[in-house]
């Protein structure tokens, strides 16, 4: 899924300023390095991840394990 999401950006990137990345923790860690001070990160898969994850809960519970060194952190 990964490749056909990476595969229809291009269409998209002339509309919106789309940066792709390869896995979740790549994703977080260019979300905390753009972000600012008192900004909200906000985790919202705009599709599947079968080829990635076992489920919603496994990937829920990485993204929980990738943030844990940042709570609290504004």
């Known amino acids: 899924m990964i490749n056909e999401i990476k595969n229809t950006g291009s269409t998209w990137s002339r509309i919106l300023n789309i940066k792709i ?3 979740l923790q790549e994703v977080i ?12 990160i906000l985790f919202s898969p705009g599709g599947n991840s079968f080829d990635l994850f076992e489920s919603y809960i496994h990937r829920g519970n990485e993204f929980k394990k990738f943030l ?7």
């Open 29 to 40: 860690d260019y979300s905390i390095l753009i972000s600012q001070k008192d900004n909200i």
């Open 68 to 74: 844990d060194p940042f709570e609290g952190r504004s």
């Open 21 to 23: 990345l390869n896995t």
